[in-house]
């Protein structure tokens, strides 16, 4: 059974900062890539950032420059450092991890339960 669970989320001022974790456990044999997504009301969710294994790092334009996306492989966990935060950032940030639960298994998709970043004054 894999789980995913985020911390960090919160309510902060515009220009402010947050730092999101999340961290996998459970049986996994092999990691693909571990990120987060959002999805604010009334959209669809999309990819804020990921890291793919071997290190690329794929990432939203509206975020590059002001957040961060870092994984500690050994923790299995991943972490979103948030920086000049503006309200449109507002939304619920799932964690995402693409990974291989046995030898020879098949990749797929496991999300958190996710969390909510408020940014307003």
């Known amino acids: 059974q894999v789980q995913l669970v985020e911390s960090g989320g919160g309510l902060v001022q515009p220009g402010g900062s947050l730092r999101l974790s999340c961290a996998a456990s459970g049986s996994i044999f092999s990691i693909n890539s571990m990120g987060w997504y959002r999805q604010a009301p009334g959209k669809e969710r999309e990819l804020v950032a990921r890291?793919?294994?071997?290190?690329?790092?794929n990432s939203a334009d509206s975020v590059k420059g002001r957040f961060t996306i870092s994984r500690d492989n050994a923790k299995m966990t991943v972490y979103l450092k948030m920086n000049s935060l503006k309200p449109e950032d507002t939304a619920v940030y799932y964690c995402n991890a693409n990974l291989v639960v046995t030898w020879g298994g098949i990749s797929r998709d496991y999300w958190g339960q996710g969390t909510q970043v408020t940014v307003s004054s």
């Open positions: 890291i793919i294994s071997g290190g690329n790092i």
